[in-house]
């Protein structure tokens, strides 16, 4: 495996604890907060339900947002390398 590609395998490993890491604690920090809320309000567990629908909520927004960037990414890559090999005109 040439430096390249290792730095891609880090470069992939990186991308996917981020996404992992962020949807995660969006889960969490709902939950969390709903808790605490509930402990002030007394409201137990109306808004701690309410935090972890909201927290899934962001972690899938969170998701939705990088799987369109790296298809823009993408996008951008293979237009930049052209079309060489795809219908060269032999029909």
């Known amino acids: ?6 730095g891609n395998a880090f470069t992939q ?4 604890t981020a996404m992992v890491t962020q949807m995660t604690m969006s889960m969490v920090g709902g939950v969390v907060l709903g808790y605490w809320l509930d402990g002030k309000f007394g409201t137990f567990p109306i808004l701690m ?3 972890t629908v ?3 909520a962001a972690g ?3 998701l939705i947002q ?3 960037y790296f ?11 052209g079309t060489d090999g795809e219908d060269s005109g032999n029909k």
Not at 1 to 6: E, F, R, S, V
Not at 13 to 16: N, P, S
Request: aromatic share 6%; hydrophobic share 35%.
């Open 49 to 51: 339900v309410l935090g």
């Open 66 to 68: 990088m799987i369109n």
């Open 13 to 16: 490993f990186g991308t996917y």
């Open 60 to 62: 899938i927004n969170i």
């Open 71 to 81: 298809k823009k990414k993408e996008e951008r890559g293979n237009s930049r390398a």
């Open 54 to 56: 909201l927290g899934m």
């Open 1 to 6: 495996m040439g430096p390249g590609k290792q």
